[in-house]
């Protein structure tokens, strides 16, 4: 599952992949991944709660509680780490211009899993 957080949309990617070789990265591709961009207004403004509901046939979408996103395709078959980063990029479609100097920081205020 990738959660990606596009600044100059003001959205998020949600997406899945089910990975057929799981000791390799998966393609980019439509056969082997599902996403969808979710709109929301005050996704810079403050913390949300994400919450995703990984099951065998389905893979769930939830921001502070409402379903934005429900994938019945390309369900991860494999387990994964969790990996949270930040990457800058330069670039006005993605992360905005860079800026020398500045420092940037992530805000993570919790992770949780739950196995099923």
Known sequence: MDVEFLGDKNCVWATNYRNRIPNAPPRYSPDVRTTDQVRNSSLADRFHLYRLVWQPKSVNWYIDGTLVASH??????APAYIILQIRGTN???????????VTRYPYVKSVKFFPA
């Not at 019945?72 to 078959?77: D, E, F, G, S």
């Not at 670039?91 to 100097?101: C, F, P, Q, V």
């Open 72 to 77: 019945h395709t390309n369900v991860p078959i």
């Open 91 to 101: 670039s006005d479609e993605w992360g905005g211009k860079a800026s020398l100097n």
